[in-house]
């Protein structure tokens, strides 16, 4: 039996990081400890372009635009959709969801689900450097590691 796991070595690689401005308070703490990731992955800061968009929604079509150029490995996508009084909630956090996963397979890069979805502020914040963790850390881990895996099957 042969058994392929991708490694957390993030030497050489290109990634192109996609933001919401939306609840900047939690990503921008998203984008910090995704980029600290990367270098402590052994990636260069040099390699990593980032790209803000106004809110979640708008994410799948900039990693879409991204996706095509054939300049980076591997795609990350950040964001905050934090549950209102409203449905909205609901059909952002499942549209890009959506969205982010279809850029995926259609365009076969691997891209990094790093959305907080979370029913209040504090969850969120929580969730991008407190009391659970970074999610853009760990979006960063899985985006390097599939890359690593593909590699492997190519």
Do not use: C
């Amino acid at each position: 039996m042969k058994v392929y796991k991708g490694q957390l070595d993030a030497q050489g690689l290109r990634i192109g990081i996609v933001v919401s401005g939306f609840n900047e308070v939690v990503t921008t703490r998203l984008l910090d400890g995704a980029v600290d990731e990367f270098k402590k992955l052994g990636g260069s800061e040099d390699d990593i372009e980032v790209f803000w968009v106004p809110g979640s929604f708008e994410i799948p079509l900039v990693l879409k635009k991204l996706a095509t150029t054939g300049k980076y490995d591997g795609l990350v996508a950040l964001g905050a959709v934090v549950r209102g009084e409203t449905p909205h909630f609901d059909f952002v956090a499942s549209e890009t969801t959506k969205g982010i996963a279809k850029v995926m397979l259609d365009e076969k890069i691997p891209v990094a689900f790093g959305i907080i979805t979370a029913d209040a502020l504090d969850q969120a914040i929580d969730r991008a450097g407190g009391k659970t963790g970074n999610k853009g850390r760990q979006a960063v881990q899985a985006v390097v590691e599939t890359i690593r895996v593909i590699e492997n099957i190519e």
